[in-house]
């Protein structure tokens, strides 16, 4: 502490600093949780496109032979 009482800023944690880092801490888990709700559906979108193309192939191959 500083003679005049005045705390170094740095070292003082006030319940706002405390609930801010929960909040971010939070924030990064539900974020990194959407990231990977989004790479599984995009995964999903491939392999569904992949299928659907491969059937159109096969579909046509049977239509014209």
């Known amino acids: 502490q500083a003679e005049d009482g ?4 740095l070292l ?10 929960q909040i971010l801490k939070l924030l990064t888990k539900v974020i990194l949780s959407l990231l990977k709700i989004y790479l599984i559906l995009m995964r999903v979108i ?3 496109n992949k299928g659907l193309l491969l059937l159109s192939i096969l579909f046509m191959k049977k ?3």
């Not at 005045?6 to 800023?9: L, V």
């Not at 319940?15 to 801010?20: E, I, N, P, S, T």
Request: charged share 35%; aromatic share 10%; hydrophobic share 25%.
């Open 6 to 9: 005045i705390r170094d800023c």
């Open 12 to 21: 003082s944690r006030g319940l706002g600093d405390v609930y801010k880092r």
């Open 46 to 48: 491939l392999i569904s």
């Open 63 to 65: 239509k014209y032979h």
